[in-house]
């Protein structure tokens, strides 16, 4: 920490009577090679936006030089691993009080070592308040942008980068933030800016946009009437008043009217006839509370009702709304989404988002990095390093009300890849990656964080384990522990913080954390390991399928597909037994799963009315594990659909994940392969079989962010059959995405509770084979109990 900035927030004879909750250099990260600032500076928060490339380590694979034809029991080591430093470009974006400017400018001047920064991109009502201020403290020229196209490009890039940043709040539901699909294309959307007054934009396409109404009555007027009515002077004191209020002892409802409903116009008793209208000929006194309530609702259904005007008028169904006035607080977003809700008669939803106090920030930056264009690429959400989305409610956990209107950070990683949909799904717009979403589930929340929190040792262990030579690693595998723990806690305690809570939100916090410690690949040895000994085998595992007749083979190929499907060490049940039998094999997963053989001969039917008649013209195949996986489990049957005349496409994680086999890794391995069988090799000198990288790093698949190249091959291919192997992509994400094609989803259920909701136990399958909705029935299967 520098000298000069300490926890309690002074700085250079400049003392705050707030205290700064995390250390200085844990708040504004690697400043050191900061660049492209930028601020949005509002009545009371401020949020500063900053460029920085952060260096950090990653696992790379290189293929030792071999004789063209192998040996089947050569020992020789198929590839080396290697760990190299890469530099990733990073967004950082951070919120804090006004009150803390100074103190926060001081520290930036103090670690800002890069010269080339020359300006700084500044927006929001404050901006010239702060001008002098800015300048003098980081010797930066400040360049003022329009308030509302900040705002504008700041919600397009949250919107189209960030899947879980739309939510609906619905205060007295299980779940009370409620994540929508992001939407293949975003535009147009109505965005209703509750500022002091409030805006209301048409959004049609990244760069049109019109302001096509607004109103004087906004967040100012119920700060400045609540002050008057309550001499409270504080925005969220004024809500904290009114989340406690009844509106009822100081509104008018049509039943103080009528006596009850007024039925021939549709009005309910219950309904607002008239705001405040008690307080006219009521002889008492009105608390500062239901005072306060009773403004909150004026304010709130007098936008709401502007805002369903010009929704309708312009047939627009996607209204967003943001400003001061929303916040994140739940009372505000409450009293809207009634207000919406009641006008439209539900027709239409207020949306939310999650980062919507980054806006303007958002928008400056991209407005000052515009000739490096960062909308041409894909970013993602760095949970490592983001302090995700924390209630504001009165009755919040204490470990959140402790953070709460102190510091808070979003940080956004470029992806090397541009991501994009896959063309084969049914409904674009309606697919959700996510079989259970935690959020709303509280019993399958808690179930999957204690499984998370137990495996956490484990994990520490096999991360020190993959860098035996380092000297720190046990230290820095101590810190990922403690972050994680940390994500997990917070978590419990607000599982929407990083949008729906899933299964497959978990294990990409896991990783996020992992790669934050410089712990790129944990698992990388043991993947090379079971890659050279599945080697070792195939080719008896092929002589063995060809000397069967057809039928039994197709049956012999789905038993290897899952028998493969059995190594996951991600898994629990299975990384257990691993590690207390090293010599449990392919031969011995099959046994686990010998109770197939004979499911009512369904499954060989099955398989053999997918491959009767014309051969698929290219399969896409999303595959799993390294190692008995893709050697003696995948590959046999992608070569059974390259001798049938059907074109393959694998598609692998471009990162690593658990022991998931990487694009890197099946480049080599499927070399050795074709050195070894001359099916493969043909395929491969042909370009009937193509290997591709699926722009994912996760144990999960989201499908509505795939690699674009792999988009094209789709394409080009006429891909008419996907294929998706394992727990992770085909159980916690996909058990119900549809496809335009015929599809086939295969997993061995390697947890006991999840194959309990299922329906099963314990090493039970999972083999579903669907056609397009619009075609004839055709036999299809789900659960078989092993």
């Known amino acids: 920490m520098a000298e000069g900035v300490r926890l309690d927030g002074t700085s250079g004879g400049h003392t705050m009577d707030k205290s700064i909750t995390l250390p200085p250099d844990e708040i504004f990260r690697n400043l050191a090679n900061a660049k492209r600032f930028a601020i949005d500076i509002g009545g009371s928060l401020t949020k500063l936006a900053y460029y920085s490339t952060v260096q950090h380590k990653v696992a790379k694979v290189r293929s030792f030089d071999h004789a063209t034809k192998v040996s089947e029991a050569s020992s020789d080591k198929l590839y080396e691993i290697s760990v190299q430093e890469e530099v990733t470009p990073r967004l950082h974006f951070i919120k804090f009080e006004n009150a803390y400017i100074e103190t926060c400018l001081d520290f930036i001047k103090d670690h800002l070592v890069n010269t080339e920064t020359k300006d700084i991109k500044a927006t929001g009502g404050g901006a010239h308040k702060f001008k002098e201020l800015i300048e003098r403290k980081l010797g930066l020229k400040v360049d003022k942008e329009d308030e509302m196209t900040c705002l504008i490009k700041g919600c397009n890039f949250v919107l189209k980068n960030i899947p879980h940043e739309a ?37 049609e396409s990244e760069d049109n946009f019109e302001r096509i109404g607004g109103s004087s009555i906004g967040g100012g007027t119920f700060w400045g009437l609540g002050a008057l009515l309550t001499k409270t002077k504080r925005f969220d004191e004024l809500l904290q008043l009114a989340s406690k209020g009844q509106h009822t002892s100081v509104d008018m409802l049509v039943k103080d009217i009528y006596g009850g409903s007024y039925a021939s116009l549709g009005l309910t008793g219950d309904l607002i006839a008239s705001s405040f209208g008690k307080s006219a000929t009521a002889d008492r006194e ?26 309708k008028l312009h047939n627009l169904s996607r209204v967003y709304f943001g400003g001061f006035f929303i916040r994140g607080h739940p009372v505000t977003m409450h009293t809207i989404t009634y207000s919406i809700n009641f006008f439209t008669k539900g027709e239409v939803q207020a949306l939310f988002l999650r980062h919507e106090g980054y806006l303007g920030a958002i928008g400056a930056f991209l ?15 760095n949970y490592a390093g983001s302090s995700g989305l924390m209630s504001v409610s009165p009755d919040m956990n204490p470990m959140q009300r402790a953070r709460s209107g102190t510091f808070d950070m979003l940080e956004m990683d470029r992806l090397e890849r541009q991501l994009v949909n896959l063309p084969l799904l049914l409904d674009p717009s309606s697919y959700v990656p996510d079989t259970v979403d935690l959020t709303e589930d509280a019993l399958a929340r808690e179930y999957w964080l204690y499984c998370f929190e137990e495996a956490l ?29 940390h994500k997990l806690q917070t978590l419990r305690h607000q599982p929407f913080a990083y949008g729906s809570l899933t299964v497959r939100s978990l294990l990409d916090t896991r990783e996020h954390c992992l790669n934050e410690f410089n712990f790129p690949d944990p698992y990388s040895k043991i993947k090379q390991k079971e890659n050279d000994g599945a080697l070792k085998y195939y080719l008896k ?36 037994v691993l590690e207390s039998d090293p010599e449990f094999g392919f031969e011995e997963a099959k046994q686990q799963l010998e109770g197939i053989r004979t499911p009512c001969l369904w499954l060989s039917d099955l398989w053999c009315f997918l491959f009767q008649g014309p051969p698929h013209k290219c399969a896409l195949f999303f595959v799993d594990n390294s190692g008995v996986d893709i050697i003696l489990g995948v590959m046999p049957f992608v070569r059974e659909l390259l001798f049938r005349g059907t074109e393959v496409v694998l598609a692998s994680n471009s990162g690593p994940a658990l022991n998931d086999v990487t694009n890197g890794e099946l480049q080599i391995l499927t070399e050795r392969l074709a050195a070894m069988d001359p099916v493969i090799e043909t395929g491969l000198r042909d370009e009937r079989l193509t290997l591709v990288q699926s722009g994912s790093s996760s144990p999960c698949l989201d499908l509505s962010r795939l690699d674009k190249e792999l988009a094209m091959v789709v394409r080009e291919r006429q891909t008419d059959l996907v294929i998706i192997e394992g727990m992770g992509r085909a159980i916690h994400t996909n058990y ?51």
């Open 167 to 203: 939510f609906v709040y619905a205060k007295h539901a299980d779940s009370e933030f409620r994540f929508q699909t992001t939407q293949p294309d975003i535009f147009p959307y109505l965005l209703v800016n509750i500022g002091s007054g409030v805006s209301i934009v048409k959004v």
């Open 286 to 311: 009105f608390s500062k509370e239901d005072m306060s309530k009773s403004l909150l609702h004026m304010i709130s259904n007098d936008i709401g009702q502007l805002a369903c005007l010009y929704a």
């Open 367 to 381: 407005k000052g990095a515009e000739k490096d264009n960062p909308n041409q690429y894909s970013w993602g959400e």
């Open 457 to 485: 040792d484990g994990v520490v262990k096999r991360a020190v384990a993959s860098q035996p030579d380092t000297q720190e690693a046990a230290e820095r595998a101590e810190k990922f522990s403690q972050k994680y723990r």
């Open 541 to 576: 595992a092929v002589k063995a399928l060809e000397q069967l007749d057809w039928k039994e083979r197709q049956f012999a190929l789905v038993r290897g597909l899952l028998a493969g499907n059995v190594f996951d060490w991600g898994a629990k049940a299975v990384s257990d």
């Open 736 to 786: 119900y995405a549809m496809f335009s094609c015929e599809s086939l989803k295969m997993a061995v259920i390697k947890n006991a509770w999840l194959a309990d909701r299922l329906g099963g136990k314990l090493f039970s399958v999972v083999f579903k084979y669907e056609v397009p909705s619009e075609k004839p029935s055709q036999p299809s299967a789900a659960l078989t109990r092993s």
